[in-house]
């Protein structure tokens, strides 16, 4: 694990697994995106039509709010809904005093970007493959008055202990953790939202990934009242569309909330089977970054560019890995999905690697 403050442009931080499947891409089975398949349900876009006839007023996000809160056992004065967990991070670039703004890399990009494009500077903490990716907040600098980290990680899939996490607060400091895909985690485990005992502590989630909302823009902010109001004052008006408030509320039901955990458990077996797979092709040098605790794994092997470009040959996107600071050329990032997918992707692969080594 290092410090990196050089600020090298090195990693195109605006890359994102969409880019893997737009144009031509529309035509592949797509493991580069970490959005649940077959979403969002039927019953949630049946809410979300709903909610169309109510377009000529503004939007009214109390309900939505309250009951983000209620999920979450805190006061609605903790809660900001946001356009997307994206939108978050552009109002803590833009809305909080920082001096030495920290982000533990490899991780989502866009929280380096959001701070880079208002002008902040920006150091890395690089996790290493030989640690696992594992998180040592010793290797924070002190005098670090934001730090943001992925919970479980994008693109890493670890899932680091909230006790961990929790070390990184201090007094004076804002501690960023990105739970995106923390609902893709059985009974949600290391959570960090809701808690109001973490000084700085702000909790970033989204209903993009578990329901299948990318294209509505839906995630919220738990974090102090002050913090709240000083983020909602960088918001512009009316920044969520009634359909996402919508959205919003039915993802907070009991009966959203149970589908959600079932989901978790099958993306489990999903990911079990998938990791599985995998490991077959350790005598062609493929090694999968365990345990992997999100919706997704990051593998690391040999040729990974040819390999995935034999796969798109093969009818199958991934996610390049070199775009995450602390990655590589050598690494791919890939979705889970149901065992018959992952089936005909494993033998694509197969394919895939024995084109790249000739």
């Known amino acids: 694990m290092r410090t990196d403050s050089t600020h090298d442009e090195g990693h195109d931080l605006r890359h994102h697994g969409d880019a893997e499947v737009r144009d031509d891409g529309a035509r592949l089975t797509d493991l580069a995106v970490n959005v649940r398949a077959d979403t969002p349900p039927a ?25 983000v809160a209620a999920r979450h056992e805190v006061p609605v004065e903790r809660v900001l809904l946001t356009a997307g967990a994206a939108e978050a991070f552009v109002l803590l670039a833009r809305a909080l005093t920082v001096r030495h703004a920290v982000v533990v ?49 994008n693109p890493t899939s670890v899932l680091h202990p909230a006790a961990t996490i929790a070390e990184l607060a201090r007094p004076g400091r804002t501690l960023v953790v990105d739970e995106a895909f923390l609902d893709a985690v059985p009974g949600e485990r290391e959570a960090l939202a809701g808690r109001t005992d973490v000084p700085g502590l702000v909790v970033l989630r989204s209903l993009t ?3 299948g909302l990318a294209g509505l823009r839906i995630g919220y902010v738990l974090a102090a009242p002050e913090t709240i109001a ?20 039915a993802c907070m039901e009991p009966r959203a909330l149970a589908e959600a955990a079932h989901a978790a458990h099958r993306v489990g077996t999903d990911r079990a089977h998938l990791v599985a797979g995998l490991r077959e092709f350790a005598p062609d040098g493929l090694r999968v970054v365990e345990p992997a605790e999100g919706p997704f794994v990051l593998v690391r092997l040999p040729k990974a560019t040819d390999v995935r470009r034999h796969l798109r040959d093969l009818g199958f996107a991934v996610r390049r890995g070199d775009t995450f600071p602390g990655l590589g050329e050598e690494w791919l990032r890939l979705a889970v999905r149901d065992r018959a997918t992952v089936n005909s992707f494993l033998q694509a692969l197969d394919q895939a690697v024995t084109l790249a080594q000739h």
């Open 43 to 67: 019953w949630l876009r049946e809410r979300i039509a709903g909610s169309l006839a109510g377009l000529a007023a503004y939007p009214d996000g109390r309900q939505a709010r309250a009951a």
């Open 105 to 153: 890399h490899p991780q989502f990009t866009e929280p380096e970007a959001a701070l880079r494009d208002a002008g902040h500077s920006v150091d890395r903490v690089l996790l290493r493959a030989e640690d696992g990716f594992r998180l040592d907040p010793a290797a924070v600098p002190e005098d670090a008055d934001l730090v943001v980290v992925g919970n479980p990680t």
């Open 209 to 211: 990934k578990t329901w």
């Open 230 to 249: 000083a983020l909602e004052r960088a918001q512009p008006l009316w920044p969520v569309s009634t359909p996402a408030l919508a959205a919003a509320v």
